[in-house]
């Protein structure tokens, strides 16, 4: 089984409101998880590095 990843809550997440998002880089994979910070055992999105990288770049557009 693989090492968990170390998950790392966004600063825009709020202890007490909806928005709450965690992500973490696969240990051995060049891939990004997403999560829901309230529901750590729920629904995980995986994306590949690359497809991170370009949502990163068009999200810091806005």
């Known amino acids: 089984m693989p090492p968990e990843p170390k998950w790392t809550k966004s600063s825009y997440s709020s202890n007490d409101g909806p928005d709450c998002v965690e ?9 990004v998880h ?24 068009f999200a810091g557009e806005r």
């Open 23 to 31: 992500v973490a880089m696969a240990p051995t994979a060049p891939a």
């Open 34 to 57: 997403v999560r829901d910070s309230k529901d750590v055992n729920g629904a995980r999105l995986t994306f590949a590095g690359a497809s991170w990288a370009r949502f990163l770049a």
